[in-house]
C-alpha cells in the first residue's frame, strides 16, 4: 500500500501560522484528512476533502493540497493546537494509510 | 451523535486471539453509507489502519496483517468486531474502533471510540 511522510516536529509561535505537510503518491488521486490527536486522548477530525471543516473545528484551520503533498495550515496557533497531527488517505486498491505524525510545538 | 466503545480483554498471551467489540450507538451500521474501521496506535508512535468492514460483510484488510486479521459485523446488536491472532508483544497497542466514510476521493474518520490499550504479555 502506499505511503504518507510527516515531519516528525513542527514549532509555531503563539498568535503565528503554521504548516504542516503530508506527502504520498496517493495524494496526487485523493484528498488528505488530517486529524488532531492530544495526550490520552482519541484523534479528533479537523480537516477533510478539498478544505472542509467539521462542525466546532475553529476555521484557523484550513487544508490545501498540490501535487502529492497535503497541507494542513493552522493561522493564529493557540496553545490548544498544540497536538500531534496526522494525517490520512486511502489508495487505489481501497487501502487507507495514516501519515507518522507531527508533533506541533507552540511556543 | 454517533459513539463508538470498545470492550474486551485487556491482556492477551502471546500466541492466542486478540478479540475485540465495538458497539455502536446513536446510528445504525446497518444503514450503510459508512465503513466500520479498527485502526491501532502501539505506545509512543502513530496510527496504523487495520481494516475496515461495510455492513454487508465486505472487508479490507492491511496487506501487512490480512493473513491474521478478521473483522465481522453483527447488525442485530449493532456491533462489528476484531480477531487478530497469532499475537506477539508487537501487537500491543491502543486499539480504536471508528467510522468512516469512503468515497472516490477520500476514506474519512468522522467518529473515533475512546481505545482500548490490549497488552500481549504471558
Known amino acids: 500500500s502506499s505511503e504518507l511522510t510527516q515531519d516528525p516536529a513542527v514549532s509555531v509561535a503563539l498568535g503565528q501560522t503554521v504548516r504542516i505537510t503530508c506527502q504520498g503518491d496517493?495524494?496526487?488521486?485523493?484528498?488528505a484528512s488530517w486529524y488532531q490527536q492530544k495526550p490520552g486522548q482519541a484523534p479528533v477530525l479537523v480537516i477533510y476533502g478539498k478544505n472542509n471543516r467539521p462542525s466546532g473545528i475553529p476555521d484557523r484551520f484550513s487544508g490545501s493540497s498540490s501535487g502529492n503533498t497535503a497541507s494542513l495550515t493552522i493561522t493564529g496557533a493557540q496553545a490548544e493546537d498544540e497536538a500531534d497531527y496526522y494525517c490520512?488517505?486511502?489508495?487505489?486498491?481501497?487501502?487507507?494509510?495514516f501519515g507518522g505524525g507531527t508533533k506541533l510545538t507552540v511556543l | 451523535q454517533v459513539q463508538l466503545q470498545e470492550s474486551g480483554p485487556g491482556l492477551v498471551k502471546p500466541s492466542q486471539t486478540l478479540s475485540l467489540t465495538c458497539t455502536v450507538s446513536?446510528?445504525?451500521?446497518?444503514?450503510?453509507?459508512?465503513?466500520w474501521s479498527w485502526i491501532r496506535q502501539h505506545p509512543g508512535k502513530g496510527l496504523e489502519w487495520i481494516g475496515y468492514i461495510y455492513y454487508s460483510g465486505s472487508t479490507y484488510y492491511n496487506p501487512s496483517l490480512k493473513s491474521r486479521v478478521t473483522i465481522s459485523v453483527d447488525t442485530s446488536k449493532n456491533q462489528f468486531s476484531l480477531k487478530l491472532s497469532s499475537v506477539t508483544a508487537a501487537d500491543t497497542a491502543v486499539y480504536y474502533c471508528?467510522?468512516?466514510?469512503?468515497?472516490?476521493?477520500?476514506?474519512?474518520?468522522?467518529?473515533w471510540g475512546q481505545g482500548t490499550l490490549v497488552t500481549v504479555s504471558s
Open positions: 496517493s495524494l496526487r488521486s485523493y484528498y
Open positions: 446513536g446510528g445504525s451500521i446497518s444503514s450503510g453509507g459508512y465503513y
Open positions: 471508528a467510522r468512516g466514510s469512503y468515497s472516490s476521493s477520500w476514506y474519512v474518520v468522522d467518529y
Open positions: 490520512n488517505s486511502r489508495d487505489s486498491s481501497g487501502h487507507v494509510v
